[in-house]
């Protein structure tokens, strides 16, 4: 086994080294990392989730709940569930990395198969081999219908080769941004180059998936190097960091508003979520001192973090049947209905049920992750698999904590992403790309943590 030793400089690790210095040795001892920085993680989303339902119960929105007691005692269960999970593991110490290929060949690799495909994924979902941004900025409503009328065309080839290749194309972004240290000029800037070509296929596409997650994930990672050593936090460096987060955040509200108000049907504009017939409190504490367009982002913005809370809502009425592992994942359920022919399998997952019965619509508003997972072991053993995604989370903090293994720091990724959605979706298993890069990338990251038995530990 190739034990990859050569990205470690000299210093301490786990934001412990003195004045913030980028290198460190070999091997920290568990203690190496502070109390604060085992729990940062969770600390920070446990105060994120518990912000979500807040806004949900007092927010803008007034979601019409009859009685909120099963639903914020589910999600009491399920927030001290993802807490303990963690704690459970946030104090053992980090495991080494030996899989065979080095940081600097898997960045070459994932930057190399980005750039072969980023010309024909643009041509399919934007129709052009050059994303069009100016039309995406300056309509980027119309753009995203006629993005989803491109694909409606037929399943591109280039797709299922993505699906294919998805933990290769997820490592690009966290591993450069992670190990930007050990990256050549040249390397820096073809990664900067795609970054940008990456998003603009976004812009031109209407779309705020890619840009949300890296406006997400940016920061994170940023500081999980400093937490790492990788990163000299003087304050001209800190000032900077926040600056850059910041503008990315405005940047990314400011196009996901003019896409709201561009959007035909979204009710954005007025203040109105059609599907329950709620309007907006125009005179919350969120908006009331905002100019309209700012108003409009932040309401629309705050509606797409809590409505998934009323779907779970009506979910947790609902009987449960069992899909078999096919349930959490729209593209599992779809293809499973297909290739065996039943239909009726498309018709079983909580968010759908309720769509049959003309109370959502689960293709178009978010439903939370749990009814997803639900969907599969019910709502009693959704706890249990909140408490193990808690685990596997801290474990993968620790492993990208101690630098040497990639692929930590892709699961470490992986599990931002979902518990930023926890809220909206099961983000991160929702389509055929997105499922092969959270199951290859975990894969990959647990296989080479250890040089023994397997063992979630």
């Known amino acids: 086994m190739d034990n990859d030793t050569s990205i470690f400089l000299e210093g301490n690790a786990g934001c412990v080294s003195p004045g913030g210095a980028e290198s460190r040795m070999e091997g920290p001892p568990p203690e190496g990392f502070s109390k604060r920085v085992r729990l940062l993680p969770i600390l920070f989303f446990f105060t994120y989730l518990n912000l979500t339902v807040f806004l949900f119960a007092f927010g803008p929105w007034d979601w019409p709940v009859i009685s909120g007691t099963k639903l914020y005692a589910f999600l009491a269960l399920a927030h001290l569930a993802l807490l303990l999970g ?91 941004i992670f190990y930007w240290h050990r990256l050549k000029t040249i390397t820096k800037m073809m990664v900067c180059l795609y970054i940008v070509a990456y998003l603009s296929m976004y812009i031109a596409t209407g779309t705020n998936k890619g840009i949300a997650d890296f406006v997400l994930l940016f920061p994170c990672l940023i500081v999980a190097r400093r937490c790492a050593g990788f990163f000299k936090a003087n304050r001209r460096r800190m000032v900077m960091a926040i600056a850059i987060g910041l503008a990315l955040f405005c940047l990314f509200l400011s196009f996901f508003t003019v896409g709201q108000i561009s959007r035909a049907g979204t009710g954005s504009s007025w203040g109105y979520f059609a599907m329950t017939g709620t309007s907006a409190d125009t005179d919350s504490f969120l908006v009331r001192d905002l100019p309209d367009q700012a108003a409009i982002g932040v309401l629309s913005l705050s509606s797409y973090v809590t409505q998934g809370y009323y779907a779970l809502y009506l979910s947790l009425d609902e009987p449960f ?108 298993l929702q389509t055929g790309e997105a499922l092969t890069s959270f199951c290859g990338v975990l894969a990959l990251w647990l296989v080479t943590r250890r040089n023994h038995v397997l063992r979630i530990a």
């Open 86 to 176: 963690y704690l459970s593991a946030a104090f053992r110490p980090p495991q080494g990395y030996y899989g065979k290929w080095k940081i600097d060949r898997i960045i070459a690799v994932s930057l190399t198969v980005n750039l072969l495909l980023f010309l024909p994924t643009s041509a399919f979902r934007t129709g052009s081999s050059i994303p069009d941004i100016a039309q995406g900025l300056e309509d980027p409503g119309q753009v995203y219908f006629d993005s989803n009328a491109w694909r409606a065309l037929g399943g591109g080839p280039v797709e299922y080769i993505r699906i294919l290749a998805g933990p290769v194309l997820f490592l690009l972004l966290p591993l450069s």
């Open 321 to 428: 049947v069992p899909m078999f592992g096919v349930g959490n994942s729209t593209f599992l359920y779809l293809n499973a209905a297909r290739l065996t022919g039943m239909p009726e399998i498309a018709e079983m997952p909580y968010p759908v049920r309720l769509q049959n019965r003309g109370t959502w619509d689960a293709y178009v508003n978010w439903s939370t992750i749990y009814p997803w997972i639900a969907s599969d072991v019910s709502f009693p053993g959704t706890i249990l698999v909140v408490f193990l995604i808690g685990r596997l989370f801290a474990l993968a903090w620790l492993d990208t904590l101690k630098g040497i293994n990639p692929y930590a720091v892709g699961a470490f990724a992986q599990f931002l992403i979902m518990l930023f959605y926890f809220p909206a979706n099961n983000q991160v």
